[in-house]
């Protein structure tokens, strides 16, 4: 396994529930070869774990400070998690 791999969370503030960013967050997973998952918070905001190549991380991450058509993005905090086992993208419950 290449040692270029990297896994965040992302929690995401602003207008981001109602908006299809879930589903546009797959999406662009799916394009960058990204696995995790991603979430609606009860707070309102959108929680995500991307894990896989760091420039393919770091891609998504810069793509989802801007967001869908009608999201407004207005942060994201950013922690490091733990590698992830997980194969493919998923939108959570």
């Known amino acids: 396994m290449s040692t270029d791999r990297k ?3 992302a929690v995401i503030h602003g207008r981001v529930q109602g908006v299809s960013y879930r589903a546009w967050t797959k999406k662009r997973a ?3 070869g990204v696995a995790g998952w991603v979430r609606n918070r009860p707070d309102r905001t959108v929680e995500a774990l991307f ?3 760091a420039a393919a991380v770091d891609a998504l991450l810069a793509e989802c400070r801007r967001g869908p058509f009608a999201a ?3 942060d994201i905090a950013v922690t490091q998690a ?3 086992e997980a ?3 998923e939108i959570l419950r």
Do not use: A, C, Q
């Open 87 to 89: 194969e493919g993208f």
């Open 72 to 74: 407004r993005v207005d």
């Open 30 to 32: 799916d394009l960058h």
């Open 51 to 53: 894990s896989g190549p």
């Open 82 to 84: 733990e590698p992830s």
């Open 7 to 9: 896994t965040i969370r």
